[in-house]
């Protein structure tokens, strides 16, 4: 009887160990899941997926959050969308239209092409000579002309030789000079005769401007006493090297500007810088 007695007493006690070792064996458990749970809450989904696949890829991804290709510490637009195109700032590329190549028209203005310029009148009287060498650029409709754009007899271009700096006529020049104004038509009563002195470039310019008026102004002294020109009005003009023909830089152009030009117009076309 106390031997079964004994027994069963052992038996509760042991059921009543076993059950409070199972008590706290369970919730020593649920503690440490409980603390996996919260541990793994406090890390976005993202990167605990790059932790444990590769902890490398973690690195990559803090050295370049917007996956563009340009380090975070060099980055200006640190949020580019994915994929997107970006300059080495790490900034979206701005396309620029690319500039329609120009091209430079007669008036002086700019056109994408020639067919797109404006219509430029090259020559005003429509007497066949463009304005860059039309001496008479207000020629009547229907008058004949000559190669510089005037009336036949109504302009002569001279290039008789000077000595350099000199503005005096030389005697091997008198011949040409007098052929050159025999050309020359009649003038009417309201026409003067304009003498216009021009020179190369070599000088200076006001030495120049000096030297052709000099020489307009001998040739005019000149032409005064030839019989067919005593009465009539002589105007002279300087032009200097302002207004060359032909290329300066060879003898011969530099020869062509030497010149004297005879000119008929009317008294009201005169220059107001003529004497």
């Known amino acids: 009887m106390k031997t079964l007695h004994s027994n069963r007493i052992w038996h509760k006690t042991g059921f009543i160990t076993l059950s409070l070792l199972f008590t706290a064996t369970s919730a020593h458990a649920q503690s440490?899941?409980?603390?996996?749970?919260?541990?793994?809450?406090?890390?976005?989904?993202?990167?605990?997926?790059?932790?444990?696949?590769?902890?490398?890829?973690?690195?990559?991804?803090?050295q370049d959050l917007d996956q563009d290709g340009v380090a975070d510490e060099l980055d200006h637009c640190p949020n580019s969308r994915l994929n997107e195109a970006v300059d080495k700032n790490g900034c979206a590329l701005i396309?620029?239209?690319?500039?329609?190549v120009m091209v430079q028209c007669e008036d002086g203005s700019q056109a994408a092409s020639l067919a797109e310029c404006p219509v430029v009148d090259n020559d005003t009287d429509r007497d066949g000579v463009?304005?860059?060498?039309?001496?008479?650029?207000?020629?009547?409709?229907?008058v004949e002309v000559d190669q510089y754009g005037c009336e036949k007899g109504r302009f002569v271009l001279s290039n008789i030789?000077?000595?350099?700096?000199?503005a005096k006529i030389r005697n091997d020049q008198i011949a040409t000079l007098k052929n050159n104004a025999a050309a020359l038509n009649a003038l009417e009563q309201d026409e003067v005769l304009l003498v216009?002195?021009?020179?190369?470039?070599?000088?200076?310019d006001a030495h120049n401007m000096a030297l052709?008026?000099?020489?307009?102004?001998?040739?005019?002294?000149?032409?005064?006493?030839?019989?067919?020109?005593?009465?009539?009005?002589?105007?002279?003009?300087?032009?200097?090297?302002?207004?060359?023909?032909?290329?300066?830089?060879?003898?011969e152009g530099r020869q062509a500007n030497r010149r004297i030009e005879l000119q008929i117009i009317p008294a009201t076309q005169v220059p107001s810088e003529a004497r």
């Open 196 to 204: 216009t002195g021009h020179t190369d470039s070599v000088g200076s």
């Open 32 to 62: 440490n899941d409980s603390d996996a749970a919260s541990s793994t809450a406090e890390k976005p989904y993202a990167i605990i997926q790059l932790y444990e696949d590769d902890v490398s890829k973690l690195e990559d991804y803090y």
């Open 212 to 251: 052709s008026w000099a020489r307009a102004e001998s040739t005019k002294q000149f032409l005064q006493q030839l019989p067919a020109l005593k009465e009539v009005t002589i105007r002279v003009l300087g032009r200097g090297e302002t207004a060359p023909i032909a290329d300066n830089a060879t003898a």
């Open 161 to 166: 030789v000077f000595d350099t700096n000199s």
């Open 95 to 100: 396309e620029v239209a690319p500039q329609p």
């Open 130 to 142: 463009l304005n860059a060498v039309d001496k008479c650029p207000n020629t009547p409709a229907g």
